[in-house]
């Protein structure tokens, strides 16, 4: 696929991963060392590789859940030289991972914004000295969930 802006390339794999019940990150980018364009981009997986060891041997009070699953699913987009537009130069689909459902992919990481109008209620609370995780609660009660 051809796209005229990295960011339209972007754009296109995050809905992909939306869609497919993943999560995306950003592993590297390289620049062109003649005018500074970015010239590769990788997006990976959320759970691709694995943690370092050094942070599991650690004597950590909270120890934090082991996200990272060696999962190779990743898109590069690279621009062509000639022109100013990016093309999939490499795509591997393959999860070694479930991936999350439709009824439970409002979860994820991505899908959790708070609208403007949820904003402007944590922010006239703050006004009332009422903290942002109990604006959050109560606006949580006034909705019904989450």
């Known amino acids: 696929m051809k796209f005229d802006t990295l960011q339209q390339g972007i ?8 869609v497919s019940g993943f999560n995306i990150r950003f592993y590297s980018t390289k620049k062109r060392k003649s005018d500074g364009k970015i010239s590769l981009k990788y997006c990976v997986c959320n759970k691709e590789g694995f943690r370092e060891t050094p942070r599991l ?8 859940p082991i996200t990272r699953m060696g999962c190779n699913a990743r898109i590069t987009l690279k621009l062509i030289n000639d022109q100013d537009n990016y093309i999939i130069f490499s ?5 070694t991972h479930p991936l999350t459902t ?12 708070l ?3 949820h904003k402007k209620y944590i922010m006239d609370n ?10 959050y609660r109560l606006m949580k009660e006034h909705v019904r969930g989450y």
Do not use: D, V
């Open 126 to 135: 703050s006004r009332a000295n009422i903290g942002a995780t109990k604006s």
């Open 57 to 64: 041997q650690s004597n950590c009070k909270k120890k934090r």
């Open 11 to 18: 754009s296109f794999y995050e809905n992909y991963a939306r």
């Open 91 to 95: 795509f591997h689909e393959g999860h």
């Open 102 to 113: 439709p009824n439970s992919s409002h979860h994820t990481k991505q899908s959790r914004n």
């Open 115 to 117: 609208t403007l109008a």
